[in-house]
């Protein structure tokens, strides 16, 4: 079995985020550790930003599936680690 690490970067984060945050939803049993990253001042908040998902192991499969869905999207960048 493997551990799945996805980084996902999410430019216009505005108007894509809330697409993104549905399908993460869809695997959130599967995912077991989930940290957001954006940049953010007391006057503005980036457009863009980072999501870090650990997913258990043995959930290979789900996963690929949101990579696979993810990177249909415009304004969003996936990359995988797989250990």
Do not use: W
Request: hydrophobic share 35%.
């Amino acid at each position: 079995m493997s551990k799945v690490i996805l980084g996902i970067k999410v430019q216009e984060r505005v108007n894509t985020v809330s697409e993104v945050q549905k399908l993460i939803s869809k695997h959130a049993c599967e995912i077991t550790t989930r940290l957001g990253l954006h940049e953010a001042t007391p006057d503005t908040c980036s457009t863009e930003g980072i999501i870090v998902l650990e997913f258990r192991e043995g959930a290979e499969e789900s996963a690929y599936e949101l990579e696979k869905e993810l990177t249909g999207y415009g304004h969003v960048n996936v990359q995988k680690m797989v250990f």
